[in-house]
């Protein structure tokens, strides 16, 4: 019997020949990721489980994104345990305002093709874009990791979804994961594996699979994978170059060893198997105020909004703020419109102001803000009151997430979020 993705790369980690659905296995732990929403509560934790040392300082990275800048008087408790607790254990991989989580641990090179890295966020499933096991856990999990460098995990079942053809003008792959979100549901994949293929996927960047990856979680699944391919490699060698190489450890496998060790066989056993034609996708929201509440635009046409958030570790990379500024091309945002737009890193913010991409969206009128998690958390960045309306590009929608539980939330793509900053109200980007 053949095996998914998923199923070789936890096979190989363990060092067996194959696993099966429903398994335990105990897993050796390639990278983790600590926010500093979590530090304070992980660090106390591994304290309280006796752990006088990290299994290995160098697989640990320390993110601040949330908290930065402090919006609220405690916010700088978590710096300062954050702060002592890398004085504690050697930890060297720490970020302070370089971007956001997600976004960094790939562009910095911490994670490559058939890792297994556990992150204490629930967007950690974005480093399946690179072909690696990637979820998150508590914060009890990663303070028994700290300390072991071990976590059982329960072998998923795969859906596998493939969609094939080109993809219509204006159509981006946030629109296709939303579509998938809503045709799942938002427990439709809990705790299994989406691995995606496909002509169309095979033609996106790595950015684009990363949107995806990143909100597979929506859809409850454990975690997301794409099978490695050039791009993968090549932005993996990119990425390794980033930084300095901070993250770089022993070299990357062969794009043909890659494919040989994290391909899923012709006669895997998936749980279900969905099919798309590209072509058949059109620009799409989820309503307020569930992700899975999944409407064609064309429906929405007319709504007023009084807000357009584009960032986030969803739709924050450069591509993303290319594709909203080639959109707002010689137009201005609506008079009664706040546009915010948040780089997902420093580096996509340097990116995008050397290609003139920042310069048209802010001639435009939209709101640059530093890099990191800003709006898409609601701690700070234009947090919202009763009665207000947001397009946003991040990953969710829930009541109060942005400011009050009265305000409506919709996630599009970054080219609709810009077609409504212009516009004023919900419409489609024009080709």
């Known amino acids: 019997m053949g095996q998914t993705v998923v199923e070789k790369i936890l096979a190989r980690n363990i060092g067996v020949q194959a696993v099966k659905p429903g398994d335990i296995v105990t897993v050796n732990v390639d990278r983790v990721m600590l926010d500093d929403i979590m530090i304070p509560f992980i660090v106390d934790k591994f304290h309280e489980m006796g752990f006088e040392k990290v299994w290995d300082p160098d697989k640990v990275v320390l993110i601040y994104d949330h908290l930065v800048p402090a919006s609220q008087q405690d916010d700088t408790r978590h710096y300062r345990v954050g702060d002592e607790f890398v004085e504690e254990c050697g930890l060297t991989h720490v970020h302070r305002s370089d971007g956001i989580c997600h976004q960094l641990m790939t562009e910095a090179g911490y994670v490559k093709p058939g890792d297994i890295v556990f992150g204490t966020d629930s967007h950690t499933t974005t480093y399946g874009c690179v072909g690696a096991f990637s979820t998150g856990i508590g914060y009890t999990e990663m303070a028994a990791i700290l300390g072991t460098g071990t976590l059982w995990v329960k072998v998923p079942e795969t859906i596998r979804v493939v969609i094939d053809g080109k993809l219509p003008e204006g159509v981006m792959s946030k629109d296709i994961i939303l579509r998938l979100i809503g045709d799942l549901g938002a427990d439709g994949a809990t705790y299994r594996a989406l691995e995606f293929a496909g002509t169309t996927v095979e033609e996106m960047s790595v ?8 909100m597979a979680i929506e859809a409850g699944a454990k975690c997301a994978v794409f099978t490695p391919d050039e791009k993968t490699m090549e932005y993996c060698e990119q990425s390794r170059e980033n930084y300095g190489g901070c993250g770089a450890q022993e070299s990357l496998m062969s794009l043909e060893q890659v494919q040989k060790d994290l391909m899923g066989d012709p006669d895997a056993v998936y749980y279900q198997t969905i099919t798309y034609q590209a072509e058949d996708f059109q620009p799409v929201m989820a309503c307020p105020s569930q992700v899975d509440n999944i409407c064609n635009v064309s429906q929405l046409e007319g709504i007023t909004v009084d807000q357009v958030f584009i960032g986030s570790c969803t739709n924050g990379r450069l591509e993303d703020l290319q594709a909203a500024a080639s959109v707002l091309e010689g137009k201005k945002v609506a008079p009664f419109v ?18 003139g991409a920042l310069q048209t969206l802010m001639r435009a009128g939209a709101i640059i803000t530093h890099p990191g998690c800003g709006l898409c958390c609601g701690r700070t960045g234009g947090i919202l009151s009763d009665g207000e309306r947001v397009v946003a590009t991040n990953n969710r929608n829930f009541l109060g997430r942005m400011g009050t539980s009265k305000v409506e939330i919709y996630l599009a793509s970054p080219m609709t979020a810009a077609a409504c900053a212009a516009a004023g109200k919900i419409t489609a980007a024009k080709g």
């Open 207 to 214: 950015a684009s699979r990363m949107t995806m990856a990143n």
């Open 338 to 355: 706040k546009l915010i737009v948040t780089p997902a890193s420093r580096k996509v913010y340097e990116d995008a102001l050397a290609c």
